[in-house]
């Protein structure tokens, strides 16, 4: 079993959808709970990242976290086409490296 | 703009061959990563770097190995490629002073290798 479990898609929505990106993980010792942006032919930016359990809202963006079930979301309100992209959640593993999911692909249809 | 660039952004090679993929980094950080992404697969780490004299291998450093020529420059090399090599390529980097995202890494824009 992986460390970190994410449904890789690929997810296609209507423009103004609200949209569920979500991972669970293995590792009850993960502290800070990551979102990553990728778009197509570029490299993962950092989105939003989250410490313990809890919510924190960006913008459109609501970062979720629930240690007790080991389960992580991203909420993104309003879609936009723009928002289309690979979502990866990471978790550091110690100070060394990040533990990242396989990514979802999300399409927003205008 | 600080950055993090790759040589070359996409490579077409052959079985057997030796083929080296390179990153430098203006962004003066010292810890440096190497991944490759395949589909369904994610971000799996090959080596990593906390500065000149340190190399780490990562989940999946079989088939290659690195250098770290300075603290701006970590290059990946396959010293002998196989069609399984055949991904997208990332470097990235991190900053451990205060005040940083824990390990927060910023990604180079790939490189995509094809080993025929």
């Known amino acids: 079993q992986k460390e970190v479990e994410q449904d890789p898609g690929p997810l296609s929505v209507p423009e103004g959808a609200i949209v569920s990106l979500n991972c669970t993980y293995s590792?009850?010792?993960?502290?800070?709970f990551m979102w990553y942006r990728q778009y197509s032919r570029k490299g993962p930016e950092l989105l939003m990242y989250t410490y313990s359990s809890g919510n924190k809202e960006d913008g459109r963006f609501t970062a979720q976290v629930d240690k007790s079930s080991k389960y992580i979301s991203l909420f993104i309100r309003d879609s936009q086409p723009s928002d289309s992209a690979t979502y990866l959640c990471?978790?550091?593993?110690?100070?060394?490296?990040?533990?990242f999911g396989q990514g979802t692909r999300l399409t927003i249809n205008p | 703009d600080a950055d993090v660039t790759q040589t070359p952004r996409n490579r077409i090679t052959k079985t057997g061959k030796r083929i080296m993929l390179e990153c430098s980094q203006t962004k003066g950080h010292d810890r440096m990563y190497w991944y490759r992404q395949d589909p369904g697969l994610g971000l799996r780490l090959i080596y990593y770097s906390f500065d000149v004299k340190d190399i780490n291998k990562g989940e999946i450093s079989d088939g290659y190995s690195v250098s770290r020529q300075a603290q701006a420059k970590f290059s990946l090399s396959l010293e002998s490629a196989i069609p399984n090599q055949t991904a997208l390529y990332f470097c990235a980097t991190s900053d451990t002073g205060q005040g940083k995202v824990y390990n927060e890494q910023f990604f180079g824009p790939g490189t995509r290798l094809t080993v025929l």
């Open positions: 590792n009850s010792a993960f502290q800070y």
């Open positions: 990471a978790m550091p593993q110690g100070a060394q490296k990040l533990v």
